[in-house]
């Protein structure tokens, strides 16, 4: 079974502060995905990546910068966090770069302070 | 810009029954559409694809239908159990670069 995994499932930080979220997937995807999740707004895509140190904007990346080093890992970065960065983050992947099924990690819920 | 919408109020349904969720969206039809599931505090679980060039998908109780004419796809789970109770939502892509859009979701409460 894929397994995607993210660093924490809850994270309390500050305002201003850089956080950083972390995910790994253990089936050799070459897709992976960042979205937030509010209430009443569903999934937004915020970044995403189809090979190693590649990487493209989805549709809400302001705030945000991504960085994939390594072909399972893609990290999740906020350079100042803000109040309204509170959400629920999830990272997803994907085998093929069309028409194939995303695999989702749990979720981090991020609270910002 | 495309807008994604789903039944914005929860479905309620009896157990046994078939539940019909609906996903519709506007201007241009999708490359293919996806449902997921989600359970409270978890992330979405991949359930069915279907392709534009397809009218209809099963998979065991679950049942996908796609109208281009009607912009408009319908879910449905047959003879409902109380654990299918969960958000459902659906999801489009405008390419094949594997990018969707996400509705809103809706959610599915079956009661024994």
């Known amino acids: 079974d894929v397994k995607v995994t993210q660093s924490s499932r809850y994270l309390v930080k500050r305002t201003g502060e850089k956080v950083f979220l972390e995910c790994v997937q253990d089936?050799?995807?070459?897709?992976m995905f960042w979205y937030r999740q509010d209430p009443g707004l569903g999934l937004r895509l915020i970044y995403f990546?189809?090979?190693?140190?590649?990487?493209e904007k989805g549709d809400i990346p302001e705030g945000y910068s991504v960085s994939r080093e390594k072909k399972e890992r893609f990290s999740l970065i906020l350079e100042s966090a803000s109040t309204n960065q509170t959400s629920m983050y999830l990272c997803?992947?994907?085998?093929?770069?069309?028409?194939?099924?995303?695999?989702f990690g749990p979720g981090t819920r991020l609270t910002v302070t | 810009s495309q807008k994604i919408e789903q039944n914005s109020e929860a479905l309620n349904i009896q157990e046994g029954k078939t539940a019909t969720l609906t996903c519709n969206y506007t201007?241009?039809?999708?490359?293919?559409l996806q449902w997921y599931r989600q359970d409270p505090g978890r992330g979405p679980v991949f359930l069915l694809l279907?392709?534009?060039?397809?009218k209809e998908k099963r998979k065991e109780r679950l049942k996908v239908t796609f109208d281009t004419t009607l912009k408009q796809s319908l879910f449905h789970i047959t003879a409902s159990q109380p654990a299918d109770s969960a958000t459902y939502l659906c999801?489009?892509?405008?390419?094949?670069?594997?990018?969707?859009?996400f509705g809103q979701g809706t959610e599915l409460s079956v009661k024994p």
């Open positions: 990546s189809y090979d190693v140190k590649m990487k």
């Open positions: 089936m050799d995807h070459e897709n």
């Open positions: 997803a992947s994907s085998l093929f770069q069309g028409p194939d099924e995303q695999y």
């Open positions: 279907i392709r534009e060039n397809e």
């Open positions: 999801a489009l892509a405008y390419n094949q670069g594997g990018k969707l859009i």
């Open positions: 201007n241009y039809s999708p490359a293919y």
